[in-house]
């Protein structure tokens, strides 16, 4: 399979745990994107990377997140000190060429007790 | 953040019958993409595109990039069980997706 990968597909944390979810995007993708998607609403922004490179963080995204792909390849998302409301699924995207098709990961859904 | 408006929020429809539904913005993009998703699942990408006024077909599938850059519309004819689930718009630009707040598709037999 050489879609974008996510791993791992679910995950019950207890609060005030810290969370790390790994992505794989297809490969010589150079864009990769995380969103947040809560029941109900359609996926949220959180940030996207240019290869290495972050280049937009949204204001979702508390200093209790951080992002990194460090090789332009597979990216992480950590969250520190999880709360409740952290509670969603977290979907991963990847892309060839800007604002050409990005291709969904079949998600992570993190839940907070 | 920020969410597309898409109409309608739900539709419950019989089986054969067509399906219509649009997403608008007050911003313009460069490009839309209608996407469908399955509960539990990521969204799959259904159709892509990239100039006004253009008109994409996959399948039963038709898509239409509004005129003026603001609106999108996707039409499923003879639609089928298998056609339930959620439909999200989507319009980028060079940098993120912003996607729609979904339309709920029900197709009772």
């Known amino acids: ?113 | 953040g920020q969410q597309l408006n898409q109409s309608p929020q739900s539709m419950f429809i019989q089986e054969g019958e067509d399906v219509s539904m649009n997403c608008t913005s007050s911003s313009i993009f460069n490009t839309w993409l209608w996407y469908k998703q399955d509960p539990g699942e990521g969204p799959v990408l259904l159709i892509a595109l990239y100039k006004a006024g253009e008109l994409t077909s996959n399948g039963r599938l038709t898509a239409q990039f509004g005129i003026t850059r603001k609106d999108s519309f996707l039409n499923i004819s003879a639609s089928i069980p298998s056609d339930v689930g959620i439909y999200f718009c989507a319009g980028a630009n060079t940098d993120k997706l912003i996607f729609g707040t979904g339309t709920r598709l029900q197709v009772f037999p």
Request: glycine share 8%; proline share 4%; hydrophobic share 30%.
């Open chain 1, 1 to 113: 399979d050489t879609g974008v990968s996510q791993d791992p597909r679910h995950k019950i944390t207890k609060r005030g745990q810290n969370v790390t979810f790994r992505c794989d995007p297809i490969s010589e993708h150079n864009r990769l994107y995380w969103y947040r998607q809560t029941l109900g609403q359609g996926p949220e922004f959180l940030t996207y990377f240019q290869n290495e490179a972050q280049l937009e963080k949204s204001r979702l995204l508390s200093d209790r997140f951080s992002a990194e792909r460090p090789k332009g390849s597979f990216s992480t998302l950590e969250i520190q000190r999880t709360e409740q409301g952290d509670s969603a699924m977290y979907l991963c995207a990847s892309s060839l060429v800007v604002g050409g098709q990005a291709f969904f990961g079949q998600g992570t859904r993190l839940t907070v007790v």
